[in-house]
Nanobody, 125 residues
Framework: VQLQASGGGLVQPGGSLRLSCAGS????????IGWFRQAPGMEREFVSS????????LYEDSVKGRFTVPRDNTKNTVYLQMNSLKSWDTAIYYC???????????????????WGQGTLVTVSS
């Protein structure tokens, strides 16, 4: 599956932004989708993930209550809705796809075989 992340940009602290992860090439609904981010000088970290049908979602603690990850399989797209953005949310955001596997953690970036190119989010006044 090929992934295309989009929607990044410059936003003020407290603002909102919605990222999109569009899939093509294979049956999108067969894949778990994860969002990760990498800030300058930092390692890539888990942000959120959603299972194939979107009935289960997982969030990193610092984004709980601020981010959601709705999924629309009819559009082959998963979104990352980001509200109440903080300066430390600044990073390149990546979406990634994985086959379902109950033995692997959704947080583990090694389970994701397919990655989008990343989209830059800058939170600054």
């Amino acid at each position: 599956v090929q992934l295309q992340a989009s929607g990044g940009g410059l936003v003020q602290p407290g603002g909102s932004l919605r990222l999109s992860c569009a899939g093509s090439g294979r049956t999108f609904s067969d894949y778990v989708i994860g969002w990760f981010r990498q800030a300058p000088g930092m390692e890539r970290e888990f942000v959120s993930s959603t299972t194939t049908s979107g009935d289960f979602t997982l969030y990193e603690d610092s984004v709980k209550g601020r981010f959601t990850v709705p999924r629309d399989n009819t559009k082959n797209t998963v979104y990352l809705q980001m509200n109440s953005l903080k300066s430390w949310d600044t990073a390149i955001y990546y979406c990634a796809a994985s086959r379902p596997n109950a033995h692997l953690s959704l947080r583990d970036h090694d389970r994701y075989a397919y990655w989008g190119q990343g989209t830059l989010v800058t939170v600054s006044s």
